[in-house]
């Protein structure tokens, strides 16, 4: 079955940076989008990075441009999202998620999704 594995989160002070990592497994990767989602509590989930099958799109919440950037190795099944001058406002648990389409995905309705990793920024 698919299987998302995230990790790399942590808690950081404003500034600093963090790099996620998820690998996936049980689907062929490769022709997959992929995604970065984050809930915070009391919110919504929301999409925060998106990279096409073979990465030649992303898509990035208007927050996070600039700061982040979303990227993928197929050959390892996993895909990064690096998160620099981190703000309080980016902690969050942070999703990844997959779907065949590139539409749900930026709309944020991807079918399988990862168990989360928690980014806590302090100020």
């Known amino acids: 079955q698919v299987q998302l594995v995230e990790s790399g989160g942590g808690l950081v002070q404003a500034g600093g940076s963090l790099r996620l990592s998820c690998v996936g497994s049980g689907f062929e990767f490769r022709i997959n989008a992929m995604g970065w989602y984050r809930q915070a509590p009391g919110k919504q989930r929301e999409l925060v990075a998106a990279?096409?099958?073979?990465?030649?799109?992303?898509r990035y919440t208007d927050s996070v441009k600039g700061r982040f950037t979303i990227s993928r190795d197929n050959a390892k099944s996993t895909v990064y999202l690096q998160m620099n001058s981190l703000k309080p406002e980016d902690s969050a648990v942070y999703y990844c998620?997959?779907?065949?389409?590139?539409?749900?995905?930026?709309?944020?309705?991807?079918?399988?999704w990862g168990q989360g990793t928690q980014v806590t920024v302090s100020s």
């Open positions: 998620a997959t779907d065949r389409m590139w539409a749900d995905v930026i709309e944020a309705r991807p079918t399988n």
């Open positions: 990279i096409s099958n073979y990465g030649s799109s992303t």
